[in-house]
């Protein structure tokens, strides 16, 4: 009567009206308790730019140990993958689903664990609003304006960058300033990086021109007397 979890042993002796006797013995667990289980990965709402999402998981029966383990997907119908502690679930589709782990031990408890996720494969999308492609602009300061978007897992943060030099992390931000740039072709890049990690880049090309252009007048000559109402003017620039 009120036996704890665990291994036990039970022995009757028979003794007889001479004293003579006899033992048997019997070895038996008790267990009353459910199994554990816990998925490891993925973790919850992570966002998985794969298809295919291997779920991975550990559990745990003092009692009468783990008999086997059952998988879910989105509430399909229970898999039955024996000791295993890890499986992949092929061909999802984009989107949130959720997967269920169940650990059965060898008296029929069970405990299960869930977890959600999001399967996004697709890339976000971005375009630069400013400055239009092959602009000339007149200032060593230029801001790049751009948007994005991404109808899966949603943009993470954007990156700039600047002739090939290093990307740079601004965050949310849809506009950057470059500062002290010289006269001359540039080229910028964007990149979108959504939670899922896929990314997406666009790009524009301008010439920055702070120098004004220089003009002489070749003829007539300073201060001419011309002897005709009729007057050309040319020039060099």
Excluded: C, R
Excluded at 20 to 33: E, I
Excluded at 43 to 51: G, K, L, R, V, Y
Excluded at 171 to 196: I, R
């Amino acid at each position: 009567i009120g036996l704890s979890d665990g291994s036990h042993t039970a022995d009757v002796k028979a003794v007889d009206g001479a004293g003579n006797s006899a033992t048997d013995t019997v070895s038996f667990t008790v267990d009353t308790t459910s199994p554990t289980v816990s998925i490891d990965s993925p973790s919850e709402d992570a966002n998985i730019s794969s298809t295919d999402v291997m779920v991975e998981w550990s559990g745990n029966d003092d009692g009468s140990g783990i008999d086997h383990y059952e998988v879910q997907l989105d509430s399909g119908g229970w898999t039955d993958v024996g000791t295993d502690t890890s499986h992949t679930f092929t061909g999802l589709s984009d989107g949130s689903h959720t997967a269920d782990v169940k650990a059965v031990d060898n008296f029929n408890y069970t405990n299960t664990d869930t977890v959600s996720f999001i399967v996004d494969t697709i890339s976000p999308t971005v375009s630069i609003d400013s400055p239009s492609e092959d602009a000339n602009i007149s200032s060593s300061d230029v801001t790049i304006e751009w948007s994005g978007n991404d109808d899966g897992s949603g943009i993470d943060h954007y990156e700039v960058q600047l002739d090939s030099g290093g990307w740079i992390e601004v965050g949310a931000d849809t506009s950057h300033t470059f500062t002290g740039l010289s006269d001359g072709s540039h080229t910028v890049n964007v990149k979108a990086v959504d939670n899922a990690s896929n990314s997406a880049t666009d790009t524009v090309n301008f010439t920055v021109d702070t120098t004004s252009p220089t003009v002489t007048i070749d003829s007539p000559l300073e201060d001419a007397n011309i002897s005709s109402t009729d007057v050309m003017v040319e020039w060099s620039g």
